[in-house]
């Protein structure tokens, strides 16, 4: 069979070239009568969007059901991907994103955002007055939409995923007789942008402003945005096209259609052309006011823009008009005598067994590298196979000759032809672009097979191409227990055994999609074979499987995750139910126990808690405990006494076994009366402190008997008395009475506590008169304590008294020796001077 030259069907318009690739043939039925029809394109060759045009009358029609409904096509036509009955108020907008969710806008303002092409769908509402007002029309980009209400308000969506509508800047009041947008990635402000035609003028309305633009060629009934925002195409009531670029500084060319008949479509083909379409007529516009037409005798036609190009959709045919590649029109331009064109004659000589195919080769051998590159880049725009073979052959042919060539983007290329050549087959329907196919990245094109449940052919190319295939089989799984007939116990058996040793499977996924297909059982047991407790865990709460959620976390030993689950079984039971779960489970009681004594971090325990807790489990020494600990906290002796009577109350049913207890009790109820009487007799603040706290207090106001007192009844030793004593004495700086002490011939905790002390202090006088009263120190130690109370004679005449020369000559240096205190030095150790120093 002969195959058309690429040049075929090329049309030139000022410098470069068009072409219209015919991708698909006998795409609707004939009784579909596109005409009746609001057609909306995903991008990237994505599904199609019909819907029955509410303002149009329509005949009859037997063999069709008259009930409203959206229909999804692939762009091959054939069966619908998807039909979704429609019963939701009048649509004024339909569109897709750029991951091919399906958005729908009803005049009321509600938008339903429909994903995977399988019926599911969020919604939410615009607000901001849409209700009331009503929608006009919607215009949408990538990841948002904008609406125009009926009074010119418009309302911005900027993401799907989390919607959150805002009012933009206000038009002036008028009719909106066209109007587009410019996305937020192609503006300065990063915010999306408004162009509405609005009397002889366009006004561009941001989210802080709307300013006029100041043109007077108006009123525009179309306005379109090329792909990368920086043209805006308007097209006037007379049939003139105006191209300029996005900031309305320079025109750049017009174009008159002349047609007094406004057309239904004008639209960017790429970045350099404008299409216009009427019913049955499509003009091609490109620079400097050129232009093109094509004529389709099939009845109304659609045009979808993409990216790179316009998909042309009619009952009979799907085709994509787009601008040549300037690689395919270097090697297939007629009379070109670039290296890549003469590279693909080459091959062509080659196949014929005709000499000249060497003469070819060595009249471009210096620019052979660059010919290959240009045939490889070729043979990945063509849509025919027969071109991609042949460019590929002529690359492969010029490289053979070549010593050295880097065939990486050969390999590549041949690898993405095979992929593009699979999913453009009309059973599948997705006519991919070299160019669509690098922005929709193979992962994302995965993504889109999946959602046609094109399972087989998504695991060959993710195989070919190398990248994971762990979520082709999750995808597989989900739709199989949401879709599938057999009983939980054959779906759970297949689903296993099918995954079973794939690695990076996540079995929470599909456990996931079970349950919300109320499929609980099965949900339950394909948990099972998570490896992953953290990921069955959140999805057993949401199932109210609390209790197995539990011992799951537990099986883990991830504490962080039984906290987790914890905390939710906490707010979601009542109490006596949460602690029924819990006290089969030692490792949980233990950290709920623990959670309770930490409390809220800062010391402050949950002793509501820790009651509930002991009391549940019968642990009342515990429990007396809590109200021990609650009544050393109370700022009043009177609410301290209550929570002492609780405890004692508490260890008083098993006397034998609370001995120690019961006798703690008693004596932190006696503390706490003795307290509250110096409370009420000193004027001071005694409750909430220890025995020695309170000892302590007592000595630093002057209180000795009563300190004594309170050491006689709570039998404290009389070493820690005298420290406490000490301590007092100290902090009041009682020098007289601590001197008093030094008196005494023994003292329990010895004297070089006093000399520390008193030291430490800052009364080196004092702290010296109890260096002799020290025992048991080690040699030398007295002369370094005189030398810390800064009596350095003295601690020289403990030297002489040692015999330590040594420590005397540090002395004497630390002095000087021309100074009083030197010489007063030289003189305790005059027969050191004599001896030369030294030890003994």
Request: aromatic share 8%; charged share 25%; glycine share 8%.
């Amino acid at each position: 069979m002969d195959v058309a030259h690429p040049t075929a069907g090329w049309e030139q318009l000022g410098p470069s070239f068009y072409r219209k690739v015919q991708l698909y043939t006998q795409v609707f039925d004939q009784d579909l009568d596109l005409d009746n029809y609001i057609v909306a394109g995903a991008p990237y060759s994505g599904a199609i969007a019909l819907y029955r045009d509410e303002g149009k009358l329509v005949a009859y029609q037997p063999t069709r059901t008259s009930k409203p409904s959206i229909d999804i096509y692939s762009c091959a036509g054939g069966e619908p991907i998807l039909s979704i009955p429609w019963d939701s108020g009048s649509i004024k907008g339909l569109g897709w994103s750029e991951d091919e969710k399906l958005l729908v806008v009803t005049a009321d303002g509600t938008v339903r955002c429909y994903f995977d092409l399988q019926g599911e769908f969020t919604q939410f509402s615009l607000g901001n007055g849409a209700e009331d007002s009503g929608v006009k029309s919607c215009r949408f980009y990538a990841h948002g939409l904008v609406v125009l209400l009926n009074n010119n308000s418009l309302v911005s969506v900027s993401s799907y995923s989390e919607p959150r509508p805002k009012l933009l800047a206000p038009p002036p009041e008028g009719e909106v007789h066209s109007w587009s947008l410019i996305p937020p990635s192609y503006t300065n402000s990063r915010s999306v942008e408004v162009l509405l035609s609005i009397g002889q003028t366009i006004y561009v309305s941001d989210a802080a402003a709307c300013d006029d633009r100041g043109l007077d060629q108006g009123p525009f009934t179309h306005i379109t945005v090329s792909p990368n925002g920086k043209f805006v195409a308007l097209y006037t009531k007379a049939g003139r096209v105006y191209v300029i670029n996005s900031t309305f500084e320079e025109n750049l060319s017009e174009h008159d259609s002349k047609s007094k008949i406004p057309p239904k479509y004008v639209e960017w083909c790429g970045k350099d052309a404008v299409v216009i379409a009427w019913e049955d007529e499509v003009h091609l516009v490109g620079p400097y006011g050129s232009s093109a037409k094509f004529y389709y005798d099939s009845g109304r036609v659609h045009l979808l823009p993409d990216y790179d190009g316009v998909r042309i959709i009619a009952n009979d045919r799907c085709d994509f008009l787009q601008k040549v590649p300037e690689d395919t029109e270097e090697v297939f331009k007629l009379g070109s005598d670039s290296p890549a064109s003469i590279l693909l004659d080459a091959v062509e000589q080659l196949e014929m067994q005709s000499p000249k195919a060497d003469d070819n080769v060595q009249l471009i051998r210096p620019h052979l590298v660059e010919a290959v590159d240009k045939c490889v880049n070729a043979a990945g725009q063509e849509f025919s196979e027969h071109w991609q073979k042949q460019l590929l052959k002529a690359a492969s042919f010029g490289k053979s000759v070549l010593d050295i060539y880097n065939s990486d983007d050969f390999v590549d290329m041949c690898e993405t032809l095979r992929v593009l050549n699979a999913v453009r087959n009309y059973k599948i329907g997705l006519p991919l672009s070299y160019e669509q196919y690098q922005r929709l990245s193979p992962s994302g094109l995965i993504t889109r097979l999946l959602n046609r449940h094109e399972y087989l052919l998504a695991l060959r190319i993710a195989s070919y191409l190398r990248l994971p295939t762990d979520k082709i089989y999750v995808h597989w799984a989900s739709a199989k227990v949401r879709l599938g007939s057999e009983d939980d116990d054959t779906a759970c058996r297949k689903i296993v055994e099918k995954l079973s040793g794939k690695p990076g499977i996540s079995f929470e996924a599909i456990a996931r999609a079970a349950y919300e297909e109320g499929r609980g059982r099965l949900a339950t047991e394909l948990l099972n074979h998570e490896p992953r407790a953290g990921r069955q865990v959140p999805l057993l709460l949401s199932m109210e499987e609390d209790e197995l959620a539990l011992d799951k976390a537990i099986e883990s030993g991830d504490t962080d995750l039984i906290y987790f689950v914890l905390h939710q079984l906490r707010r979601k039971l009542p109490l006596a139910s949460f602690f029924r779960v819990i006290n089969s489970r030692p490792t949980a009681t233990a950290l709920v126990e623990a959670a309770a004594h930490e409390g809220d971090g800062d010391g402050h325990e949950d002793t509501a808690m820790l009651k509930d807790l002991y009391y549940q489990d019968d642990r009342r020494v515990d429990g007396a405990a809590v109200f021990v600990r609650e009544a050393l906290r109370q700022p009043e002796s009177r609410t301290a006494g209550d929570k002492l009577a609780l405890a004692a109350k508490l260890l008083a049913d098993n006397p034998k076994e609370n001995v120690f207890e019961i006798g703690a009790v008693r004596e932190a109820n006696l503390l706490l009366r003795m307290q509250e009487g110096f409370d009420r007799d000193l004027g001071d603040n005694f409750t909430g402190l220890s025995v020695n706290q309170t000892m302590f207090k007592l000595y630093r106001l002057g209180y000795s008997g009563r300190a004594k007192k309170i050491q006689g009844e709570f039998k404290v030793p009389e070493r820690v008395a005298w420290w406490v004593r000490l301590q007092a004495l100290v902090a009041k700086r009682d020098w007289n009475e601590i001197e008093e002490i030094s008196k005494q011939r023994k003292s329990p905790i010895g004297w070089e506590p006093f000399f520390n002390q008193c030291l430490q202090a800052g009364n080196p006088r004092l702290a010296a008169v109890f260096v002799p009263k020290c025992t048991g120190l080690e040699q030398g130690a007295t002369i370094t304590m005189y030398e810390k109370c800064g009596m350095r004679v003295r601690a020289a005449e403990e030297a002489v008294k040692l015999k330590d020369g040594d420590a005397w000559l540090r002395l004497l240096e630390a002095a000087g020796r021309g100074t009083n205190e030197g010489r007063e030095i030289e003189r305790v150790g005059g027969r050191f001077l004599v001896g030369g120093g030294g030890k003994g």
